[in-house]
């Protein structure tokens, strides 16, 4: 199913010309249509709406018998029926809902498509979800506002009961948040298998965008759904001006005009003390007929006045009239007595409540900060982190402090926005300067939830088990603050992802750095995977967790999804959870984590160090979106060099090792982890292949299984470096992604 959305200007009978202050409004304006007010600057008659984009369209609408005995606004000349509008500049209207149906074998039936002109008014970001309903469903919505943007999200649900009403969580339901600005987008819904694993309670995916409080998941949706329309908010404003920058903006008398910050455009208030429509002219608020308004002493001597309102005393009293001043008193002596009555009085129970208060306070103190301890993981933590050193002390790591709210509030001054270097789907990195002069990355989650401390939880305990120089270092956490922080060392250049793709912050970083590179991350993974205490698999491999310092050395990141793997454990069964793009298909398809996901996910970015490709991308063409099934087409085809970013690939000296590498990635591209090699197998290969440069003679005269054994006693002498701990300052470079119908086609190559 495909709903489009661009940005159009409505239709209407009459133009209308340019606002100006002197503008009549025709006395003839129908104030509603049907049982929705419409205000001003909206109308649905010529002279009755401030411009072309404010037209409602009052129109005879069929309900129950057919008959049209009812009439219904209209956004324009379009469909899109209005529900609502307030002056504060919601626009609430009903948007079409998708669907994408099969039938029992697999066979895709007729599905809606539903087109729509929305005017030039935003859908809300804060009011409304992106939201899709199914159990073997992919939905996205991209579109641009200015710059390209893609999001979407996954449901996929092995059966009916692992479904709860109301918990829209990616299990049969998924939402995700919309973009601002969005005028201009394409929303999507597709099936991986078709619905055929799913089809007897679940036979079409739906997919709409829905005003959040509007929609409650419940399971009986899967099966029967008969909504074709969805109720959404819109924001309006005043298109493509501000206060500044117009002359003849549409606020009347006694109202202010105020620029709009999260919607291109201003709106119009109605200034203090006046009430009313502010695109009409605002009229006196009466503050003396509503008690409530004013703070006279005697209501009855409240005196009316243009936007405000006066008190007065009586002849025999004296004083302003008002409760906040004097108030009215008999005379001055009298005044005096109270005050010195009431000044003693309030000195000995300020004495009193104070000695109270601050003991109170303290205690109080002290009881928040033990809540905030319970509540953000911190007995769980220390049970995790007391069972995993084998019942020691339970402390993390000697290194590793504990660091007060006080400490870091004034390292990030307050958590200024200045100091953002990072924001994702679940936190935002801040830079830190500590007093002793250190510079750190300080990691807070945005929500206060119970996924969020057991991630938190999850993250300290798998770094405290990561002993690697090519792994952040975790400097401490913090427990005191409503939501948990994490400290880690301060990676000073950016993301791989960003020296590989971001064109403005990119650099041409040579081959042997970027094989070097590789190395260690496979290094890093090798370790993570064979020689930690407890085998740990990361879960989210990709360029934007490959932090690089100012030698271009490999830090990896992001833990956040990591998993300990018992000894006795060959694999984990848990909700699908990464990267698409990088996302290994047989997890996918199976839920059944191994190491083998890491390898995967490591040859992604291998391909990615060699093309300067994105693992996926929207604006290729659909045969190129995903890097790595593009990747083993041009290998099957003998087209590598084809794909090899062009200034690597001109150096002659690269194209050994570039076959050498190329090779090594479709192995860990292939499709069953069965075949694919460990990371240790992947770590030694690379070794090896750097070694082709400095050592050419390793390649002459000797066979693999000589090369192998040179490549392991090379592999075994390396000796890994103390540091733990990492997190990532690039997740706001994670993707938001979306899918087409196939994008994960079945592989058959790569083997």
């Known amino acids: 199913m495909l709903y489009s959305a661009t940005t159009s200007y409505l239709a209407v009978v009459v133009a209308v010309a340019a606002v100006t202050s002197s503008q009549i409004i025709s006395p003839d304006c129908q104030s ?22 404010f037209l409602i369209s009052c129109r005879p609408s069929t309900e129950g018998n057919g008959n049209f005995n009812v009439s219904k606004p209209y956004l324009g000349t379009s469909s899109i029926e209005v529900l609502g509008i307030t002056l504060a500049g919601e626009l609430k209207v009903n948007l079409f809902v998708g669907n994408d149906c099969y039938t029992q074998s697999g066979a895709q039936q007729l599905s809606f498509y539903a087109f729509a002109n929305l005017p030039t008014f935003p859908v809300s970001t804060t009011r409304n979800k992106f939201t899709a309903i199914g159990c073997d469903t992919v939905a996205a919505v991209d579109g641009s506002s200015g710059n390209g943007f893609a999001t979407g999200c996954l449901s996929i649900c092995g059966g009916i009961d692992s479904l709860t ?124 007929e509503d008690p409530n308004l004013n703070d006279c002493v005697v209501k009855k001597l409240c005196e009316n006045t243009p936007g405000n309102y006066s008190c007065t005393c009586p002849k025999w009293y004296i004083g302003d009239g008002r409760k906040s001043g004097d108030g009215c008193t008999i005379n001055e002596s009298l005044v005096k007595v109270i005050v010195i009555v009431v000044a003693g009085s309030a000195v000995l129970l300020m004495s009193i409540f104070g000695f109270l208060y601050f003991g109170l306070k303290k205690r109080k103190f002290l009881k928040q900060k033990e809540k905030y301890f319970r509540q953000n993981g ?75 401390f057991e991630q938190f939880v999850n993250e300290v305990v798998v770094l405290s088990q990561i002993n690697h120089r090519n792994v952040v270092k975790l400097l401490g956490c913090c427990l005191e603050t409503e939501v948990p922080l994490l400290v880690y060392e301060f990676i000073n250049n950016g993301t791989l992802f960003d020296h590989i793709h971001n064109k403005a912050k990119s650099s041409k970083v040579p081959w042997d750095t970027r094989l070097r590179i590789a190395t260690e991350a496979a290094g890093v993974l090798s370790y993570l995977h064979s020689a930690a205490s407890i085998p740990i698999i990361h879960r989210d491999v990709k360029s934007t967790n490959i932090l690089l310092d100012e030698s271009y050395t490999a830090k990896v990141s992001d833990f956040g999804a990591s998993r300990l793997v018992p000894l006795d454990h060959a694999q984990l069964s848990t909700m699908v959870q990464g990267t698409i793009g990088y996302l290994d298909p047989e997890y996918m398809l199976t839920c059944q984590l191994t190491e083998k996901s890491d390898v995967y996910s490591f040859g992604v970015v291998l391909v990615e160090l060699m093309t300067g490709k994105k693992a996926l991308s929207f604006d290729r063409p659909e045969e190129e979106r995903s890097l790595a099934m593009y990747f083993l087409s041009c290998l099957k085809d003998d087209l590598l060099f084809d794909i090899v970013e062009e200034f690597i690939s001109e150096e002659e000296g690269n194209r050994k090792q570039l076959i050498e590498v190329a090779t090594l990635a479709k192995r860990c591209l292939r499709v069953k982890g069965e075949e694919r090699p460990s990371m240790k197998e992947v770590a030694m290969e690379l070794e090896g292949i750097r070694a082709m440069v400095s050592h050419p003679w390793v390649t002459m005269g000797r066979n693999p299984e000589e090369m192998t054994e040179l490549l392991q006693e090379r592999f075994e002498s390396i000796e890994y470096a103390t540091g733990s701990g990492t997190t990532s300052y690039s997740e706001s470079t994670g993707y938001s992604y979306s899918m087409k119908n196939h994008v994960m086609p079945p592989v058959s190559s790569g083997r």
Request: aromatic residues 10%; contains cysteine; proline residues 4%.
């Open 378 to 452: 911190g007995i769980l933590l220390q049970q995790q982190l007391h069972e995993r050193v084998g019942g020691s002390s339970g402390s993390m790591n000697s290194s590793a402090r504990i660091f007060s709210a006080e400490e870091l509030k004034e390292a990030t001054n307050d958590f200024n926005e200045s100091r953002i270097i990072g924001r994702g789907g679940f936190g935002v990195v801040y830079k830190g300067n500590l007093r002793n002069g250190e510079v750190v990355a300080i990691k807070k989650p945005k929500l206060v939830d119970q996924s969020q």
């Open 165 to 288: 009403d109301g918990e829209c969580n990616g299990i049969g339901c998924c939402q995700t948040t919309i973009p601002s600005n969005l005028v201009s987008f394409n929303v999507s819904v597709s099936s991986i298998r078709n619905h055929t694993t799913v089809w007897s309670f679940n036979p079409c995916s739906y997919v709409f965008i829905v005003e959040e409080s509007a929609y409650q998941f419940s399971r009986s949706d899967l099966k029967i759904w008969n909504k074709t329309v969805m109720p959404a908010v819109l924001d309006w404003s005043i298109w493509q001006e501000t206060c500044e920058n117009t002359t003849t903006h549409a606020c009347k008398a006694n109202s202010d005009c105020i620029d709009v910050k999260d919607v291109s455009g201003y709106r119009c208030n109605c200034s203090s003390g006046y009430q009313g429509n502010p695109y009409l002219g605002c009229t006196d608020k009466n503050e003396c």
């Open 32 to 53: 509603s249509c049907g049982n929705v007010s419409i205000p001003y600057p909206f109308g649905n008659t010529p002279g009755c709406y401030l411009n072309s984009f």
